[in-house]
């Protein structure tokens, strides 16, 4: 089992930046994937990004160049660095977790971006 702490959501200006993290605790490799999903109302959940392993960062076309998704192996942690936000990145952004085909996912933050 994997449970999952989120935490650095909250109410931001456009332009402005956010870090989200997340804690996992449980059973965490450092071949797990660890990344970020958003689902705005009326949305389907999406991908933000995800590291997978010890691989490289992987981004939805809409993160590039704006968010920077990074973990620590040892805290089990991932965080997300949102900068430039705008007000389409209103959402509750979820941490996951994958082990094979397991899919774990936190209670999710709510970010708020006003223009």
């Known amino acids: 089992q994997v449970h999952l702490v989120e935490s650095g959501g909250g109410l931001v200006q456009a332009g402005g930046s956010l870090t989200l993290s997340c804690a996992a605790s449980g059973t965490i490799f450092t071949s797990s994937g660890m990344g970020w999903y958003r689902q705005a109302p009326g949305k389907q959940r999406e991908l933000v990004a995800v590291i997978r392993g010890v691989g490289l960062p992987v981004y939805a076309d809409s993160a590039k160049g704006r968010f920077t998704i990074s973990r620590h192996y040892a805290k089990n942690t991932v965080y997300l660095q949102m900068n430039n936000l705008k007000p389409e990145d209103t959402a509750v952004y979820y941490c996951?977790?994958?082990?094979?085909?397991?899919?774990?996912w936190g209670q999710g933050t709510q970010v708020t971006v006003s223009s």
């Open positions: 996951t977790v994958s082990n094979g085909p397991d899919n774990y």
